[in-house]
């Protein structure tokens, strides 16, 4: 799902390796500090990859900045209850929430990543 922005792509590209690791760690039997890290890893890079998507956006006076944040913020809610799921030690309820969080994820990337990156493609041009 390229949108045609490196750095975005890049980061989306390295957001879903880590949410396909987690996701086969849950499903192997894998040590459960294993599992901690590769969670704490895709908490970290989303809440970074969120950041350098709004500073862009600023960068960029993105005018639908505000709701795109709101949306990230969304998403960092789902990424928690995820967690909280992952820390009470139920692994049926965390795949749920992670499941959950893909599609919100990826059907995020498809519209609202894409609507910015079309208006970053359409300031380019004018700057041309
Ligand atoms: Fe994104
Ligand atoms: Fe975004």
Same mark, same amino acid.
């Given at each position: 799902?390229? @949108?045609?922005?490196?750095?975005?792509?890049?980061?989306?590209?390295?957001?879903? =390796?880590?949410? !396909?690791? #987690?996701?086969? %760690? @849950?499903?192997?039997?894998?040590?459960?500090?294993?599992?901690?890290? &590769?969670? !704490?890893?895709?908490?970290?890079? /989303?809440?970074?990859?969120?950041?350098?998507?709004?500073?862009?956006?600023?960068?960029?006076?993105?005018?639908?900045?505000?709701?795109? &944040? %709101?949306?990230?913020?969304?998403?960092?809610?789902? &990424? =928690?209850?995820?967690? !909280?799921? #992952?820390?009470?030690?139920?692994?049926?309820?965390?795949?749920?929430?992670?499941? /959950?969080? =893909?599609?919100? @994820?990826?059907?995020?990337? *498809?519209? %609202?990543?894409?609507?910015?990156?079309?208006?970053?493609?359409?300031? %380019? *041009?004018?700057?041309?």
């Amino acid at each position: 799902m390229e @949108l045609g922005e490196q750095q975005i792509d890049g980061e989306h590209a390295a957001q879903i =390796r880590l949410l !396909d690791t #987690f996701e086969e %760690k @849950l499903k192997g039997s894998q040590a459960k500090d294993d599992l901690v890290i &590769v969670l !704490d890893r895709l908490v970290e890079f /989303t809440n970074l990859h969120f950041m350098s998507e709004e500073m862009l956006m600023q960068q960029h006076a993105y005018p639908a900045l505000g709701l795109h &944040v %709101k949306e990230h913020d969304h998403l960092l809610d789902q &990424v =928690r209850v995820m967690q !909280d799921a #992952f820390n009470c030690g139920d692994q049926t309820m965390t795949a749920a929430e992670l499941v /959950t969080l =893909r599609d919100w @994820l990826m059907n995020h990337i *498809r519209t %609202k990543d894409r609507a910015f990156t079309l208006y970053l493609e359409e300031r %380019k *041009r004018e700057e041309e």
